[in-house]
């Protein structure tokens, strides 16, 4: 494994660094070839203190990358790519399923049983087992996606490379995050939580619970409710405007798996969807 040490020194000198820096080069894919293979990932959440542990030294590396290897051109069968990146490969050796249109950035984590429908995953993400990446999803570079979530088509979740000390996106394992959503700059999903279709999760965006009125920590999710989008009317002197905000509309039975039909009635109850 790499010293820490050792990537955070090439940092230090990164804008004297090039292509032609092959033990610097060489030290910084040791770092990505781990991240691929899932022996090292950028962030995880620390259960004793609820909180984001980001490795920052690893973005370091990832941001380093791309000083240290040129563009270069990639074929695919009848597909080209031109970047400083191949694409992951030996998709059937980590028992990951990927059909035509999807890929993923090699540098980027892909658990045993993932799907990849059309979608991108970028470099330094983690997608963990059984989790379904489905048609026109983008996982953004450094997001962390944990097991048995469902990212239903056209999901944004937003990547945090820079700068490197920021918390990237996480989503806590068997959630599930409905069509055209949106998931961006470091906010989380909590375990087992269900976002509406639409509905766009950011640390500035409100968060009320529907039955006290309370609101919420922003930028997170709690653990198993469901959360859709809303409005709240605000008083400017241009006149009373509706602003945005996310309703927690619902709290669900933690550690057990809900049926979409369940889900898709509550929502119906409150005019949203999944």
Same mark, same amino acid.
């Given at each position: 494994?790499?010293?820490?040490?050792?990537?955070?020194?090439?940092?230090?000198?990164?804008?004297?660094?090039?292509?032609?820096?092959?033990?610097?080069?060489?030290?910084?894919?040791?770092?990505?070839?781990?991240?691929?293979?899932?022996?090292?990932r950028v962030a995880e959440v620390d259960v004793a203190s609820d909180t984001v542990v980001v490795r920052d030294w690893i973005k370091?590396?990832?941001?380093?990358?791309?000083?240290?290897?040129?563009?270069?051109? %990639?074929?695919? =069968?009848?597909?080209?790519?031109?970047?400083?990146?191949?694409?992951? %490969?030996?998709?059937?050796?980590?028992?990951?399923?990927?059909?035509?249109?999807?890929?993923?950035?090699?540098?980027?984590?892909? =658990?045993?049983?993932?799907?990849?429908?059309?979608?991108?995953?970028?470099?330094?993400?983690?997608?963990?087992?059984?989790?379904?990446?489905? $048609?026109?999803?983008?996982? #953004?570079?450094?997001?962390?996606? =944990?097991?048995?979530?469902?990212?239903?088509?056209?999901?944004?979740?937003? #990547?945090?490379?820079?700068?490197?000390?920021?918390?990237?996106?996480?989503?806590?394992?068997? @959630?599930?995050?409905?069509?055209?959503?949106?998931?961006?700059?470091?906010?989380?999903?909590?375990?087992?939580?269900?976002?509406?279709?639409?509905?766009?999760?950011?640390?500035?965006?409100?968060?009320?619970?529907?039955? $006290?009125?309370?609101?919420?920590?922003? #930028?997170?999710?709690? @653990?198993?409710?469901? @959360?859709?989008?809303?409005?709240?009317?605000?008083? $400017?002197?241009? #006149?009373?405007?509706?602003?945005?905000?996310?309703?927690?509309?619902?709290?669900?039975?933690?550690?057990?798996? %809900?049926?979409? $039909?369940?889900?898709?009635?509550?929502?119906?109850?409150?005019?949203?969807?999944?």
């Amino acid at each position: 494994m790499v010293n820490p040490a050792e990537i955070e020194a090439l940092y230090e000198r990164r804008t004297s660094l090039s292509p032609d820096d092959v033990n610097a080069r060489s030290l910084v894919f040791e770092v990505l070839t781990e991240l691929d293979q899932g022996s090292l990932r950028v962030a995880e959440v620390d259960v004793a203190s609820d909180t984001v542990v980001v490795r920052d030294w690893i973005k370091k590396a990832i941001l380093l990358s791309f000083r240290l290897r040129g563009l270069a051109t %990639h074929t695919v =069968g009848p597909f080209e790519f031109v970047d400083r990146l191949p694409l992951k %490969h030996d998709y059937a050796r980590a028992g990951v399923r990927v059909v035509p249109g999807g890929s993923a950035r090699f540098g980027s984590y892909l =658990g045993p049983g993932v799907t990849l429908m059309p979608s991108y995953v970028n470099i330094g993400a983690w997608v963990g087992a059984e989790t379904m990446v489905d $048609t026109w999803v983008t996982v #953004g570079s450094c997001a962390q996606v =944990g097991e048995r979530v469902h990212l239903s088509g056209g999901v944004g979740i937003g #990547g945090v490379l820079e700068p490197p000390q920021a918390v990237p996106v996480v989503i806590g394992d068997d @959630a599930f995050v409905g069509s055209r959503a949106m998931v961006v700059e470091g906010a989380r999903v909590g375990e087992g939580a269900v976002v509406g279709a639409g509905t766009i999760v950011t640390p500035t965006i409100p968060i009320f619970d529907l039955a $006290t009125g309370e609101e919420l920590p922003r #930028g997170m999710i709690p @653990a198993w409710s469901v @959360a859709v989008s809303g409005t709240r009317q605000r008083e $400017t002197p241009g #006149g009373t405007f509706g602003m945005s905000c996310i309703l927690i509309i619902s709290r669900l039975e933690p550690g057990r798996r %809900h049926e979409k $039909t369940e889900l898709n009635a509550i929502l119906r109850d409150h005019g949203a969807g999944l």
